[in-house]
């Protein structure tokens, strides 16, 4: 199993609603990555887990909030969001932190904040 | 600092034309990692390669092939015969050894007409 697997494919939400993406892999992998991406524009990096362990947060706003429960799931909790934070979101996995590794994309989550 | 520079912005070639997808990359470091990923319209980014700093050798897979130059710091990426199939924004990327971010250039839309 080659995969990484994220729903929803598509969320609609409020700015006071609270929800969540989630991410899985069953590649063994243990860094996984959420990134952001406008369109037009190259993901950015959001957080890293290695080993089920946060290791980078770049000065991501606090209302999303990333948990790795196990080695094989993420998740991205999502609290009042603006609208700016429409996108799509991209949750990634590689065998480890290191950056020879490459990282195995999934299809992503089009978030929509009204 | 690290960077990755992909000059073309948009590219349209006509089916079975070669096309050549340039990619320039900055860094001090002395072992890196070059890469290329594929996003089709589907969202999802494909790892296609990756390079080390120690080799050089160009790389063929199928229509694919790969020209990395270090005395210019780029590493091309051209396909032949091009097909509406590859039609998808393509990014190079670079990482460092000693970390796990990966550093996108701004990508190439290629439009391969019929």
């Known amino acids: 199993d080659t995969e990484v697997t994220q729903t929803p494919k598509h969320l609609v939400m409020g700015m006071t609603n609270k929800k969540s993406l989630k991410c899985e892999q069953h590649?063994?992998?243990?860094?996984m990555y959420w990134y952001k991406q406008k369109a037009k524009k190259p993901p950015e990096l959001m957080f890293v887990?290695?080993?089920?362990?946060?290791?980078i947060n770049e000065s991501v706003p606090s209302r999303f909030s990333p948990e790795c429960p196990n080695s094989s799931l993420l998740n991205l909790h999502l609290h009042a969001l603006q609208p700016e934070d429409s996108a799509l979101y991209l949750c990634?996995?590689?065998?480890?932190?290191?950056?020879?590794?490459?990282?195995?994309f999934g299809p992503g989550t089009r978030l929509t904040v009204l | 600092a690290q960077k990755v520079t992909q000059a073309q912005t948009e590219i349209s070639v006509v089916e079975k034309e070669d096309v050549t997808l340039d990619c320039v990359y900055e860094?001090?470091?002395?072992?890196?990692?070059l890469f290329w990923y594929k996003q089709p319209p589907s969202g999802e980014l494909v790892f296609l390669i990756r390079?080390?700093?120690?080799?050089?050798q160009n790389e063929i897979s199928g229509r694919y092939s790969w020209n990395f130059q270090k005395s210019t710091s780029s590493f091309n990426f051209t396909i032949t015969a091009s097909q509406v199939v590859d039609s998808a924004v393509y990014f190079c990327?670079?990482?460092?050894?000693?970390?796990?971010?990966?550093?996108f250039g701004k990508g190439t839309r290629l439009h391969i007409l019929p």
């Open positions: 887990y290695s080993y089920e362990k946060l290791s």
């Open positions: 990327a670079l990482t460092m050894n000693r970390d796990d971010k990966i550093i």
């Open positions: 990634a996995s590689s065998h480890s932190e290191r950056g020879y590794n490459e990282q195995f």
């Open positions: 390079r080390n700093s120690f080799d050089e």
């Open positions: 860094t001090r470091d002395t072992t890196y990692y």
């Open positions: 590649m063994g992998h243990r860094a």
